[in-house]
């Protein structure tokens, strides 16, 4: 089994209410990044700092969530970080500096989807490859863009995360002891 088949199934486990736009957001995140996420550093400090004092109460099981194990992508769960006393200018740097260093590749995007329709041939994950194919060919006419997640993961599960190479939030970690997975 694969890294990212891996991951796929610690998210569905993880998220059982996924649908297909949550497994695109996930493969999209793996390939490209959060690059479109950071238009510049204030606006990327406004959006956080809104974004904390509006969560909604969930109980994130972990603080970190593997995105990519082949380039270290991790989603850095914000609710366990602040809880955890994360120092929230720094997880801003590692975003940041995550969006600037990060080579974006369409390739690696169909690639991890050819491996989401293969898990659901397989039966590893419980999807419908044509629904699976149809979405991803609406996307790749559209230029595969960003997504928002589904309404109903939305609502299940608050997420409220950023985007960053696992070696930053352990660089965080080690400044702050905090405890990650």
């Not at 990212?4 to 957001?25: A, G, Q, R, W």
Request: with cysteine; net charge positive.
């Amino acid at each position: 089994m694969s890294d990212f088949e891996n991951i796929v199934k610690h998210h569905i486990i993880t998220y059982p209410s996924m649908k297909i736009t949550d497994l695109y957001k996930l493969a999209f995140q793996a390939a490209m990044g959060p690059g479109h996420a950071v238009p510049d550093r204030s606006s990327a400090e406004k959006w956080i700092k809104k974004e904390i004092v509006s969560m909604d109460i969930y109980s994130d099981r972990d603080i970190i969530d593997p995105i990519c194990k082949t380039n270290g992508l991790v989603r850095v769960n914000l609710r366990p970080f602040v809880k955890s006393e994360g120092d929230i200018s720094s997880l801003l740097d590692a975003f940041i500096a995550t969006a600037n260093d990060f080579r974006p590749e369409i390739s690696n995007l169909k690639n991890y989807w050819k491996t989401i329709t293969n898990m659901a041939k397989t039966e590893k994950i419980f999807f419908d490859t044509g629904d699976l194919d149809d979405f991803f060919r609406s996307v790749e006419l559209k230029s595969f863009p960003a997504v928002h997640h589904s309404d109903i993961y939305r609502d299940s599960y608050k997420p409220a995360y950023r985007v960053v190479y696992r070696k930053f939030f352990d660089s965080i970690c080690t400044k702050k002891q905090l405890t990650s997975t």
